[in-house]
C-alpha cells in the first residue's frame, strides 16, 4: 500500500503491482479496491505497472470535509502527476466521470478508458424520483448492504443474477463497508454539468466501454460522449452490461489490451 497527498491535504492510497507501462484504475460508486479489479488484475499486472486506487472516504484512504467532484479528480491526478511518466487511466461508472475531469487536470497521461460513466443529459434521469432519499434513509438505518443492493438493482439496473454474482463475490463485504459513500456520489453526479467546450481539444486517445446489453442511460451517454471527445471510439461488449470485468473477464481484458498495447 501506498499513499500520495492530494490537493486539499487528503492522504489517498493505492495498490502498486506489476510491471511495464503505468495503468491507474480508478473504482466506481459501490465498489471497493483492488477486489473490484480481482478478475483482471492478474493479467493487466503481465503488461503494465498497475495502480488501484481507493478513492476517498474508502480503504486505506482519507477523506475531505467538503466532498465534490472536483476532489476526486484532483486524487487522481496527485496520483498521475506522482509517476515519472505518462500514464494510462481506466475509470468505471462514477470513477470514469472522475477520470474524465482529472483529464483536463494534467499533460502526464497517454491514453484515456472510459467504462460507462453516467452523466445527467437532458431527457435523461439518472436517479429515479425519491431514490436518493431512500438510499440515505437506509444509509441512516445502518442498513448499507439494503441501500447498495437498491442502488444497483434501481440505478444500475443490473439484473438479479448479476446482483447475485456480485454478492457472492469476496469483494461484497467491502462493497458494504463503503456503501455510506454511495449517497454523497449520487447527489454529486446527479448535479454534474458536462461541458462539451471544455473537451473540444481533447486529443488523448479514448476507449468508450460499453455493454451490448447496458441499458438506455449508458448507450445513450457513450454516444454522447463519443460525439464529444474527438479522439474517441466506442467498442461494444455482446452480451454485457455494467460489470464485464467481473462477468466476462476476457471479453473485458481484450478490450482493455487492444486498446492499450494492440492486437496479437
Not at 503505468?22 to 473504482?27: A, K, S
Not at 459513500?181 to 449520487?186: D, G, K, L, S
Not at 448507450?219 to 455494467?242: C, D, W, Y
Amino acid at each position: 500500500m501506498e499513499k500520495v497527498t492530494s490537493k486539499d491535504g487528503t492522504s489517498i492510497a493505492y495498490h502498486r503491482r506489476g510491471k511495464g507501462v503505468p495503468l491507474i484504475l480508478v473504482h466506481g460508486i459501490g465498489a471497493a479496491n483492488p477486489v473490484a479489479w480481482t478478475a483482471v488484475l492478474p493479467t493487466l499486472e503481465e503488461h503494465f505497472t498497475v495502480y488501484a486506487m481507493d478513492r476517498r472516504g474508502r480503504g486505506q484512504s482519507g477523506d475531505g470535509v467538503v466532498y465534490a467532484i472536483e476532489r476526486e479528480s484532483e486524487d487522481i491526478v496527485a496520483i498521475i502527476d506522482s509517476i515519472s511518466e505518462p500514464v494510462n487511466l481506466l475509470g468505471h461508472s462514477f470513477g470514469a466521470l472522475c477520470a474524465l475531469e482529472a483529464a483536463l487536470l494534467t499533460r502526464n497521461l497517454h491514453q484515456i478508458i472510459l467504462y460507462e460513466p453516467y452523466l445527467p443529459l437532458p431527457g435523461i434521469e439518472l436517479y429515479p424520483a425519491g431514490v436518493i432519499d431512500r438510499l440515505q434513509a437506509m444509509v441512516d438505518a445502518s442498513d448499507r448492504e439494503g441501500a447498495l443492493t437498491m442502488f444497483y438493482s434501481e440505478v444500475v439496473m443490473l439484473p438479479p443474477h448479476e446482483i447475485e454474482q456480485l454478492r457472492l463475490s469476496p469483494a461484497w463485504s467491502a462493497r458494504v463497508a463503503s456503501a455510506h459513500t454511495i449517497v454523497r456520489e449520487a447527489q454529486a453526479e446527479e448535479g454534474y454539468l458536462f461541458d462539451a467546450q471544455r473537451f473540444k481539444d481533447f486529443a488523448t486517445p479514448t476507449l468508450l466501454l460499453l455493454g451490448g446489453d447496458s441499458p438506455h442511460i449508458p448507450k445513450t451517454v457513450t454516444e454522447f460522449l463519443h460525439a464529444a471527445l474527438p479522439n474517441s471510439r466506442i467498442a461494444v461488449m455482446p452480451g454485457q452490461q455494467h460489470t464485464a470485468m467481473y462477468n466476462a473477464p476476457d471479453l473485458f481484458l481484450n478490450e482493455i489490451l487492444t486498446f492499450l498495447i494492440g492486437p496479437n
